[in-house]
């Protein structure tokens, strides 16, 4: 499934436009450095996860340090594998992707 980004919740790693590739993950797979797209009444926001607890994962954009937001399992669409910004795609299995996510973690 492909979306587009709108907003500054992830920036600047995510930005305006940016075409997202998002695929179903099961909820044992989903970890934290992971984004998800989940369900937030009528919108579908892309979010880091920061810690996944039994029950719930917590959510925090990357530009948004101090505001976290929870997602249950039924309300997660999948998790974000690339991003298109023009003609480049960086994938989650780039470096890039891997240290971004890494060094979100320990904000």
Do not use: N
């Amino acid at each position: 499934m492909g979306v587009l980004f709108h907003g500054l919740s992830m920036w600047p790693f995510l930005q305006e436009a940016d075409e997202l590739t998002v695929e179903p993950a099961g909820w044992d797979a989903l970890r934290p450095g992971d984004i998800v797209v989940y369900r937030l009444d009528d919108r579908f926001p892309a979010l880091r996860i920061v810690r996944k607890l039994p029950t719930r994962l917590v959510l925090r954009g990357d530009h948004w340090v101090y505001r976290d937001c929870d997602a249950w399992p039924d309300d997660v669409l999948g998790r974000v594998v690339a991003r298109r910004r023009g003609g480049r795609v960086l994938r989650h299995t780039d470096w890039e992707w891997r240290a971004r996510a890494a060094w979100a973690l320990v904000d």
